[in-house]
């Protein structure tokens, strides 16, 4: 396992989706990425696997899935219906390596939203 904590409910700073309320923080997640050979065929002496390290940055999604962190990339906050997710990833908490928070709002105001 990485170096890392995941938000759980009764965390100060966790705002449900089922809920509708902004997400709470925003991070940078470093993970190994599953990856496979370059050739179909290659000597087992000769083979040597350069693993992926993707860097994510998004908003920690508290997951609904045990055993992944989950980052949405955007969200829209609107007054009078539910916010809406973009570009949502799940990624397996075993491959993380490392999450960095930011310093964010925890909650963005509603009303302070341009009206159309």
């Known amino acids: 396992m990485g170096n890392y904590t995941v938000l759980s409910k009764s965390?100060?700073?966790y705002h449900s989706p089922m809920h509708q309320?902004?997400?709470?923080?925003?991070?940078?997640?470093?993970w190994v990425d599953a990856?496979?050979?370059d050739?179909?065929?290659v000597f087992g002496d000769e083979y040597k696997p350069d693993p992926a390290i993707p860097v994510t940055i998004g908003w920690v999604w508290p997951?609904?899935?045990d055993g992944?962190?989950?980052?949405?990339?955007t969200y829209c906050v609107f007054r009078d219906k539910a916010n809406i997710y973009s570009n949502v990833i799940h990624i397996p908490s075993g491959m993380v390596?490392?999450?960095?928070?930011?310093?964010n709002p925890a909650i963005?105001?509603?009303?302070?939203?341009?009206s159309r």
């Open 21 to 30: 309320e902004p997400l709470a923080r925003a991070a940078i997640v470093e």
């Open 35 to 37: 990856f496979d050979g």
């Open 68 to 73: 992944y962190i989950t980052l949405t990339s």
């Open 97 to 103: 390596k490392k999450i960095t928070y930011l310093d």
């Open 108 to 114: 963005i105001d509603k009303k302070r939203r341009r």
């Open 11 to 13: 965390d100060p700073g």
């Open 39 to 41: 050739d179909t065929w």
């Open 63 to 65: 997951s609904e899935f």
